[in-house]
Structure formats: C-alpha cells, structure tokens
C-alpha cells in the first residue's frame, strides 16, 4: 500500500491529492468522471484513481458520515446508509416511489434498449403512455432516433440520471436476464 | 371452456388453495415446459381467483391487476392453442418458427413478462438502497415537463374529478343558526397543508380532501385552493392508472405566500 506521503503517480503527494480530491467532489453536484478530476487537479487519471482509493480508505477506516461511491461512470460523496434516518429527520425530504407500472416499463427499457413504445406494450400487454410520460419526466429514459420501421416510430433509452436513481456504475451492474425465471 | 377433461397431456390443473398462486404455478409448468397451454384447466381457477378478489377485505390492485392480466394470458393461450391452425401462406419454409402458431409466441411473451417483473422488483431493491444515501444538498428530482406537480395526469384530469365532487355537492346552503364563517382560498390553503403533513406517508387521495364539504361554495373553494398550490409547485400531483384516484402530496416550497399570518 502506497503510504500517503509517497509520491503518487507523476509526482503529486497522496497526502496533497487526496484532499484535493475530496474537495472536488464535495463541490461537485454530480458524479465526477476520473478524466475530469485529473483535470481539475492538475493530476493525471491513474493518480486521480490512486487518490480515490486512498479517500475511500480514510473515509471507510475512519467511519465518517460520508463515504465515496462510484455510480454512473464517475464518482460521488454520499451520505452512509447507516445515518439516513438522521439525514431524513434533516432534510425531510418528499419522494415518490416510482410504481410498480412504471418500474415494469423501465425495466423492459432498460434490458430491451434502444425499445419502441409499441414493443414495451407487447411484453407487458397494456398500454404504457402514463409510465412512459413519467419516466421521461423524470429523465430516467430519453428518446434516442426513431427505429427504421413502418411508422418510424420513437426508441426508448435509459440515461446517466437512470444510473444515478438506481447507484448504479453502468448497465453492466444489472443484474444479467438470465438470471430471472422467464425468458428474456 | 371445461376445466376438467382436457385432451391428453393437458396439464392437470394446479394445486394448493391459493388461485392466485396457482397462477404462477402454472406459468413454472410452462416454462419447464411441462404444461401443454390446450390442456389448462383454467375456468375453476379463474373463478376461485375472482371470488377471492371480490371477498377480500381491502382489494390489493397490485395483486388483482397481475392475477387478471396473467389469467387473460393464460386464457388466450390456451383459446389459440385449441383453435385449429390457420392455413400455411404459399413459399412458406417448412422449419418456419412461426409454424408453432401464435400460442407458442403468446406463451414466450407471458414468460417474457414474467422475467420483467422479476428484474423490475430487482429495479426496486437498488431504489430503496440508494434512497438509504443522500449527495450534498440533497436529491434534486426534475421538474416535470408542462404544468408543474402534475405526474400522470394532465389538468383535465383534474377537472373531470372536481366535476365528479361538484356533482355530489349540494346547491342548497344549509340552514344554521349561527353566522356562517367565510371560507377564504388562503385558509384552504393553510388547512390542505396541514392536511398533507398529518398525513401518513405525507399524501392524501383528492377526494379526501373535500370530505365533510357541504356546499358548492366549500368545494370551489378548495378546488381553487389545490390549483394555487399546484401554481405554485408546492403540491406533486398524480395518477397512476386511468380513471384511479389521484394522489396529492407536498413539494419542497419555492415560496410561501400562505404563511400562518400571511395576507390572502
């Protein structure tokens, strides 16, 4: 293990870095990819990425309130887990769980992508507008072209604040389909 | 369409008491292909499965609209399966998939179905965890495109149920005694939040809040009331099935004009 006063890579103190780092993240209002730290900071990636480990350490080692989590291809500080009721009791905040409707919708979305509405609509047997409205309401999918077929009509995409919703680091942290009891 | 003497091979029909789980027993057979969707003994199934709906105590739309839709499913498999196959189109390849016939692909997309559901319960463990974690400054959820603090409904949504409300109000004020007090936009304000607060999970139906309105006056005034607050992004709005109830719940205020004390 790399002691924080060593030399990073390309010559920037760990024991520097790191809080550069968590600076950064701490301003940040969304995940930071490795590549945009490195330029913030003046480092480069394979530092910025030795750095991020050795934050991850210090914030796990020492328990503290926050801790570093990689989600939607870059990363982010988060509250832990274990003191959400302290954060709610604070911030209060009003969420809507998205429904079951529209959490079978995104899910066809987001195995089934790029998906026309007319597809979803097959597999699930009911009309989907509702759930589909919301979820692009929600940016949680987006339209991305239209598929080369009679009536042209709109495909459907997960986005980066699907990821985000659901902690996710990329759509390789889903589960695989085969992993579900029908057929995929 | 008999439950009981199948053509051989049927599947013998699912067992336990439970309809409702007899369901997805039925789809495991499928799926390990061990049921035959000609030989489904469906009508006793069905019929036990709506009874038990229609009996229960508080009617778990969850559970039935997934019973219903899988049972339909079911149903029309099992019809196509029986009916005789339609003729072969000319040049038609003899190891054509499509050959198996439309009970074949109805059944795939049952089990398709099936597997969504699965991954979208998955979907809802990975929600519920990260709700567990919070980012600097909190979550900042987007605003909903068009009329804000409306989520699956439009406003006219909301003026086909305030109709319905109107419908029931009486037209005729109520005699009394004592000097009637004047209901002003900014009380039902007031009155709807504390409402909301109260409220256990923070929301409450639209119908309820005009529970215990007598006049039209009453009504209007609330109905007003909701918009205002609605206007201002202080109430997140929605519907989640056609023609269900709507669900109206407290937003994070922008601004609050309709404090305790404020002008109205």
């Known amino acids: ?184 | 369409m008999s439950g009981r003497g199948e053509a051989a091979g049927g599947h013998p029909g699912p067992s336990g008491p439970d309809p409702l789980a007899a369901v997805e027993e039925l789809l495991q057979a499928l799926e390990r292909g061990e049921a035959d969707p000609a030989g489904l003994a469906l009508a006793e199934l069905t019929a036990e499965g709506l009874a038990r709906l229609r009996s229960a105590e508080e009617l778990d739309l969850e559970e039935a609209t997934s019973f219903l839709m899988q049972a339909a499913k079911l149903l029309d498999a099992k019809a196509r399966a029986l009916l005789p196959p339609e003729p072969q189109a000319p040049f038609k390849e003899l190891d054509d998939p499509a050959d198996d016939g439309d009970a074949a692909a109805l059944v795939d997309r049952l089990l398709a179905y099936r597997g969504f559901k699965e991954a979208a319960a998955v979907l809802r463990r990975f929600e519920e965890a990260q709700w567990q974690r919070f980012p600097r400054g909190g979550i900042v959820e987007p605003a909903p495109a068009g009329l804000p603090g409306l989520e699956g409904l439009q406003l006219d949504d909301l003026l086909t149920a305030f109709q319905r409300i109107w419908e029931q109000a009486s037209e005729a004020e109520p005699p009394r005694e004592i000097p009637r007090e004047e209901i002003t936009v900014a009380a039902r304000v007031r009155a709807i939040l504390r409402t909301l607060r109260e409220a256990p999970a923070g929301e409450v139906t639209f119908t309820s809040l005009f529970r215990g309105q007598a006049t039209r006056r009453e009504v209007i005034v609330t109905f007003l009331a909701i918009l205002e607050l609605v206007r201002l992004g202080r109430l997140a709005v929605r519907q989640e099935v056609s023609f269900g109830e709507i669900l109206i719940r407290e937003c994070a205020p922008a601004r609050q004009p309709w404090a305790e004390g404020g002008a109205s």
């Open chain 1, 1 to 184: 293990m790399t002691s924080p006063d060593q030399l990073a890579l390309h010559g920037l103190p760990l024991n520097r870095l790191v809080p550069i780092l968590e600076a950064l993240l701490f301003a940040a209002q969304e995940p930071v990819t490795p590549a945009r730290l490195a330029e913030a900071a003046g480092a480069s990636e394979a530092a910025v990425l030795e750095g991020l480990a050795e934050l991850r350490r210090q914030l796990n080692e020492s328990r503290r309130g926050i801790e570093l989590v990689e989600v939607a291809g870059g990363y982010r500080l988060f509250t832990r887990p274990e003191y959400a009721e302290y954060v709610q009791a604070l911030l209060q905040p009003v969420r809507a769980y998205l429904s079951p409707a529209t959490l079978e919708t995104l899910a066809v979305i987001a195995y089934r992508q790029p998906v026309t509405r007319a597809e979803i609509e097959a597999i699930r047997g009911v009309q989907c507008d509702r759930a589909l409205k919301n979820l692009l309401e929600r940016e949680l999918v987006r339209e991305a072209g239209r598929k080369d077929a009679p009536g042209r009509p709109i495909l459907y995409v997960t986005t980066q604040a699907f990821l985000e919703y659901f902690g996710l680091r990329s759509l390789a942290d889903l589960p695989p389909p085969e992993s579900f009891g029908g057929r995929q």
